[in-house]
């Protein structure tokens, strides 16, 4: 079975800054997607990156990138020059693409973000 | 387009009551899903179904029931409410490997 695994509970981040957040997961799959998203304290979710495992070139939106590496099943989210409303809980996810022709989308376990001023 | 539409928004169980969670989407998506979430915990998927007809256990699915009789709805049923089962649930859609549209979260909470 998949799973996905967030190391880090709470990161903290100066207002102008770079923060890595972590995500590895484990499947035996080798075709997938991954994503990051971002819940905000008004519980929406929302989506921050999505990385196609087939494509090797890192997704960036912005500010975010991924730095995502397969052998490794490793899927970090890179904030760059960090603002206040970056402030959040992230969850990493993964969503298996099986020959049965049945998906499911799993989360981790989340990582807090503070962005101190 | 509505988007998900999830009810309720807060919800007050007595230990053994039953009820059910609705979950409606307009976007003609194959795949809907019942998460919940609770502190450290993380999302946790409940239920899940990739089309009509068609549903699937997820990582937490006891004391709960799932139904997909459309394309639209996707309920989730309590049937003997505990409270284990206090949390905040998430009803998700979405298709291909697209992302997921969330709902707006139902806060349960069971006496």
């Known amino acids: 079975a998949q799973t996905v695994t967030q190391s880090q509970p709470e990161m903290s981040v100066q207002e102008a800054e770079t923060v890595t957040l972590s995500c590895t997961y484990d499947?035996?799959?080798?075709?997938?997607?991954l994503f990051w998203y971002k819940q905000p304290p008004s519980r929406q979710m929302i989506l921050v990156i999505r990385?196609?495992?087939?494509?090797?070139q890192n997704a960036t939106e912005n500010r975010f990138s991924v730095n995502f590496q397969k052998a490794a099943k490793s899927f970090s989210l890179k904030i760059s020059d960090s603002q206040l409303g970056d402030a959040a809980m992230y969850f990493c996810?993964?969503?298996?693409?099986?020959?049965?022709?049945?998906?499911?989308?799993?989360f981790g376990t989340g990582t807090r973000l503070k962005v101190l001023a | 387009n509505a988007g998900v539409t999830q009810t309720p928004k807060f919800q007050v169980l007595k230990t053994g009551q039953s009820m059910t969670l609705q979950c409606a989407q307009d976007?003609?998506?194959?795949?809907m899903s019942w998460y919940r979430q609770d502190p450290g915990m993380g999302l946790r998927l409940i239920h899940y179904?990739?089309?009509?007809?068609?549903?699937d256990q997820g990582e937490v699915p006891n004391g709960y029931n799932v139904s997909r009789s459309t394309t639209e709805d996707f309920p989730l049923r309590l049937l003997s409410a505990a409270p284990s089962q206090t949390s905040v649930y998430f009803c998700?859609?979405?298709?291909?490997?697209?992302?997921?549209?969330f709902g707006s979260g139902t806060q349960l909470s069971v006496l």
């Open positions: 998700a859609s979405g298709r291909g490997g697209e992302k997921l549209f």
């Open positions: 499947t035996s799959e080798s075709d997938y997607y």
């Open positions: 990385q196609e495992a087939y494509k090797q």
């Open positions: 996810a993964y969503r298996s693409v099986e020959n049965s022709g049945t998906y499911k989308y799993i």
């Open positions: 976007m003609n998506h194959e795949y």
């Open positions: 179904s990739v089309g009509a007809g068609i549903t």
